[in-house]
């Protein structure tokens, strides 16, 4: 015959749990209601231990008390370093009897019946059933109500904005497990602040690198292709006499004779002419910048480009490429559509876009400074864990830039009797915190394999 024995409540991450200790095993994790109590819920308590929540909050200190007291009682000399748990199929068989025992025995409340007599949806004599989900720290919502978690979901999390070090751009910094990875750091040792769950939007990703065109004349390139001093020594500055330049020609040919030019610096042919083309170059560039002057000073622009262009019908150049400027930060925006099928799933809604408001929204500190809003991270899960099938989101967090709220999505206002719309559209816009890089992309195929689509 199995003994059971019932915790007190444990405060743990702004909730309260109580352990059911069955055979001086942990069995089984319930949370109170909103207003701390057990046992008045219409809705199951338990966490289903097939959850993470579960495993977190059966590992923290508050378990383990509760594990102690229920198997010692007041010897703490037995004390034990850690609760014993039942095995999993117990664990699972425990949540299944109780979620049982709730689903025959709780009566249906006002606040779980359609508010609209005209409600065909789950049908006046079927209680929604709660969502369980990471509950161990701060509130979880769920739109709809009843959302299946073994089946593909958008997870969010709300975390506060903590700084670590004046650089947070950085790839995954080779920790063990690319899920506990949060490169970038941005979230490192802040408090989660909760969670929402929504169903799987419609997912696009743009991965995207920023290119430029880049132009550069002679001038530059003889910048970028020697030194101060090689470049006297190749006739880069205008004005020089012939004497002077055919010197500096000696001079080159003599650092090369002396090895301190490799071979693929080019003939001496290859380099006069590089250096006449050069010197021509500048030449003209001097004879542009004095008519420049002079259109300047009659209040006219005149380019080397409109000079060479209207004295030689020729112009600079420009040697045009595309080069790399830097990584693209990604955007992501959602779109939820969701519809109140009762009067609990409308206060869900109503407190899921508070939630998202609270969440973007800067703190005031004082007069001089504010402080940032929270920042979030997003995950596609089912039952599995995270999706391989969809992109990845950066681990570092996401700004909540954007909330946009339709209330009247049908273009005319329709409304329950305590004027919940029937229908609320919700427009969600993320800005991930940092890029990703090749680092980033490498490390998920060594956590996730090769078969993931990547971040």
């Known amino acids: 015959m199995s003994k059971t024995k019932k ?19 942990i069995a089984g994790i319930r949370k109170a209601d909103d207003n701390g109590q057990f046992g008045n819920s219409l809705v199951n308590e338990y966490l289903n231990p ?17 594990y102690n007291i229920a198997k010692h009682g007041s010897n703490k000399n037995s004390y034990e370093d850690s609760a014993v748990q039942a095995t999993s199929a117990e664990l699972q068989d425990y949540f299944n009897e109780q979620d049982k025992k709730s689903t025959n025995q709780a009566p249906i409340s006002g606040d779980f019946l359609p508010s609209n007599p005209d409600f065909r949806g789950a049908g006046n004599n079927k209680k929604y059933k709660p969502y369980e989900y990471t509950r161990d720290k701060g509130d979880v919502y769920a739109y709809p109500s009843d959302i299946n ?5 958008l997870k969010i999390q709300k975390w506060e904005y903590v700084r670590p070090n004046v650089n947070q751009s950085k790839p995954n910094q080779g920790r063990a497990n690319q899920d506990t990875n949060v490169a970038g750091d941005s979230v490192k040792g802040s408090k989660l602040q909760g969670s929402v769950l929504l169903p799987m939007p419609k997912v696009v990703d743009v991965n995207g690198a ?5 132009k550069i004349t002679a001038f530059g390139l003889g910048a970028l292709g020697a030194s101060e001093g090689l470049g006297k020594l190749i006739g880069l500055t205008p004005g020089l006499t012939n004497e002077e330049r055919e010197k500096q020609t000696k001079a080159l040919d003599r650092l090369k004779s002396e090895g301190q030019f490799g071979s693929g610096f080019g003939s001496k042919e290859e380099r006069e002419n590089f250096r006449k083309a050069l010197g021509s170059a500048a030449s003209v560039s001097v004879t542009s910048g004095v008519a420049g002057l002079a259109g300047n000073a009659l209040g006219t622009q005149i380019s080397p480009d409109t000079f060479l262009a209207r004295t030689g019908g020729a112009v600079l ?3 045009a490429e595309m080069l790399f400027q830097g990584p693209v930060i990604r955007d992501f925006n959602f779109s939820f559509l969701m519809i109140a099928r009762s009067e609990y799933e409308g206060k869900q809604i109503r407190k899921i876009i508070k939630w998202f408001k609270k969440g973007m929204a800067p703190k005031f500190r004082n007069t001089t400074l504010i402080k940032s809003p929270d920042i979030f991270t997003l995950e596609y899960r089912n039952a599995g864990g995270l999706l391989k099938t969809v992109n990845r989101f950066n681990p570092g967090g996401l700004a909540l830039t954007t909330v946009n709220v339709d209330y009247a999505p049908s273009g005319y206002w329709s409304a329950y009797r305590d004027s919940q719309p029937v229908a609320v559209k919700m427009d969600l816009n993320f800005t991930e915190l940092r890029p990703i890089y090749e680092k980033d992309q490498k490390d998920d195929d060594v956590f996730r394999g090769s078969d993931s689509v990547g971040f």
């Open 50 to 66: 097939r959850l993470s929540t579960f495993g977190d909050i059966a590992a923290s200190s508050e378990a383990l008390n509760a």
């Open 7 to 25: 915790s007190r409540g444990y405060d743990i991450g702004g909730s309260k749990y109580s352990f059911d200790i069955v055979n001086d095993k």
């Open 149 to 153: 978690t073994d089946q593909d979901h």
């Open 210 to 214: 920023d290119w430029g065109e880049n």
């Open 317 to 319: 150049n420009p040697n």
